[in-house]
C-alpha cells in the first residue's frame, strides 16, 4: 500500500479536511540550559528558524493551513515567535489560521499532564472545526514531511489512526523511541514504549520501526478514546504509554513508514533533544551537500523574517582577514578580521579580530571579543565572549569555568555561564 500512488486532487481534499496540531508544550530538558528560558520548540536551528518552524512548514506545504499549536512550558519566546512569524502565512477569509492553545485549564484545574490530555483539554475547541481528520504532531523534530500521502495512506487503509515511522538501528532506537511492531500489511499489532530491547523489522533484523510521534486520527474516534482515556484511574494520559497500547488489540492501527519519495530509502529526521544531537545536526548543514537541504525552494522553511542588513566580512591583510570556509553566515553578522572554520553564525553575531572560529555554533546577539580561539562549542544567545578567552581547546579549564562539557566533548556556554545578564525572551 505504501506504493500507491494517490490522485493530487484526492489529496487535497483530505488535507482542507484536516485539522493540525502540534505539541509544543516540552523543556526539552536533555538540552539543558539551552531551554532554562524557552521550550525546546523555540530552541534556534539552522541559522535562522526554530525548531517549531518544520512541522508548520511541512503543514503550510503540505496544504493543511488550519493548525493548533499547544503551548505550556516556558512559552514566552515561542508565543511571541508564532505571532511575529507566522501569523501572515494564512488567510482568515479561507478558514486559514495558526491558533496558539496555550495550557489554561479549560476542563479543571489541571495544567497537560500528558500528549493525550494536552489534546483531550482543547476538544471543544477542535470541535469547532469539525474536522474530518485530525493530525497530531510533535513540535520538536527536524525533517520535512508531506503529510498528505500519509493521509491518503490512513483513508485507503480504513484506518482508525495511523502513526508515522521510521526504520532506524536498533542500538539508535534502544530506550529512545517507541517501537511499532507491524504485520505484512503495516497494521500494528504490538508496541513498546522505549524498550531497551527493541523487536526487530522481521525482513531486516539490525533495524526496528520507531514512531516519530506523528498522527492522523479519524476525529470521532480520536474524540472517544480521549475521552475514556481522561477517566481512566491511573492513566499517564500520553498516547505512546495509554492510548496506542490501549487501541492496537480492539481498532485498526497501522504504521506508515516515513521514506525519502525520490529514492525510497529512509528520510532525514532528526531528533535534536540532545546537546550533542543538537550540534551534529547544525554542523551537518554546513558540509556540501547535507541531507537537509535549505534551499529546496519546492519545500521552503518558513519562519519569521527579521529586518537585517546582510552579513559583512572586512579587513584583508595575513594577519587580519575577515573570511569564512565552509560555514553558514546569517544576516546581521559582522566579521571584522577573524576566521570561521566549519561553523554556523545565527543573526547579529559579530566576531571581531585575530579569533578563530572552528566547528561552533553561535546562536544570535553574541559578540566574540578580539584573540578568542574558540571550537566545538555552543555559544548561547547573547553572550559576551571577553578578549582573549580561548574555549574548546581544554575541556579541563572549560569545565573549572563553569561551561557545560558533553559525553562527545562539545561546551555548552550561557550567559549565565559568564556571569553576564541572561535575555530571558530568547
Not at 488567510?91 to 489554561?104: G, R, T, Y
Request: with cysteine; charged share 25%; aromatic share 8%.
Amino acid at each position: 500500500m505504501n506504493s500507491i500512488d494517490f490522485d493530487p486532487r484526492f489529496v487535497s481534499r483530505l488535507t482542507r479536511r484536516t485539522l493540525a496540531l502540534i505539541l509544543a508544550g516540552g523543556r526539552g530538558s536533555r538540552l539543558h540550559e539551552l531551554t532554562d528560558w524557552r521550550a525546546k520548540p523555540a530552541v534556534q536551528f539552522g541559522g535562522k528558524f526554530r525548531i517549531i518552524d518544520f512541522p508548520l512548514s511541512n503543514c503550510m506545504n503540505s496544504g493543511i493551513r488550519r493548525i493548533g499549536v499547544l503551548t505550556q512550558y516556558k512559552a514566552h519566546s515561542l508565543i511571541r515567535h508564532l505571532v511575529q512569524g507566522w501569523s501572515h502565512f494564512n488567510n482568515s477569509a479561507l478558514n486559514e489560521f495558526v491558533d496558539i492553545l496555550p495550557a489554561s485549564q479549560r476542563t479543571g484545574d489541571e495544567w497537560y499532564a500528558g500528549t493525550a490530555d494536552a489534546i483531550y483539554q482543547n476538544l471543544d475547541i477542535i470541535r469547532t472545526h469539525k474536522p474530518d481528520f485530525v493530525l497530531v504532531l510533535s513540535g520538536d523534530h527536524i525533517y520535512k514531511m508531506d503529510y498528505g500521502p500519509m493521509l491518503a495512506y490512513h483513508v485507503a487503509s480504513g484506518a482508525d489512526m495511523t502513526v508515522s515511522c521510521m526504520e532506524v538501528p536498533l542500538a539508535e532506537a534502544a530506550e529512545a523511541f517507541g517501537v511499532m511492531i507491524a504485520d505484512s500489511d503495516s497494521r500494528v499489532t504490538g508496541f513498546q514504549e522505549k524498550p531497551a530491547e527493541p523487536v526487530p523489522l522481521p525482513d531486516q533484523p539490525d533495524l526496528c520501526l520507531a514512531s516519530m510521534g506523528n498522527y492522523v486520527f479519524n476525529t470521532d474516534f480520536l474524540y472517544e478514546q480521549l475521552i475514556r482515556d481522561h477517566k481512566e484511574p491511573g492513566s499517564a494520559h500520553d498516547f505512546g504509554k495509554n492510548i496506542i497500547p490501549r487501541i492496537i488489540a480492539e481498532h485498526r492501527v497501522y504504521a506508515y513508514p516515513f521514506r525519502d519519495t525520490k529514492t525510497n530509502n529512509r528520510a532525514y529526521w532528526r531528533d535534536v533533544g540532545t546537546l550533542d544531537a543538537f550540534w551534529e545536526a547544525n554542523m551537518e548543514l554546513v558540509s556540501v551537500s547535507p541531507e537537509l537541504n535549505l534551499y529546496d525552494s519546492d519545500w521552503p522553511i518558513l519562519t519569521d523574517q527579521a529586518q537585517l542588513p546582510p552579513a559583512k566580512f572586512v579587513f584583508d591583510s595575513d594577519e587580519r582577514r575577515g573570511m569564512a570556509v565552509d560555514s553558514m553566515v546569517s544576516g546581521g553578522c559582522l566579521i571584522s578580521g577573524a576566521r570561521l572554520k566549519h561553523s554556523l553564525l545565527f543573526s547579529n553575531v559579530t566576531v571581531n579580530s585575530y579569533s578563530v572560529v572552528e566547528d561552533t555554533v553561535v546562536l544570535p546577539d553574541v559578540d566574540i571579543g578580539r584573540h578568542c580561539r574558540i571550537k566545538r562549542t555552543i555559544i548561547d544567545r547573547g553572550c559576551q565572549i571577553p578578549e582573549g578567552m580561548v574555549i574548546g581547546h581544554n575541556l579541563e579549564d572549560d569545565r573549572q569555568r563553569g561551561f557545560r562539557i558533553t559525553s562527545n566533548g562539545i561546551v555548552l556556554v550561557t550567559p549565565k555561564m559568564l556571569g553576564q545578564t541572561e535575555l530571558a525572551a530568547g
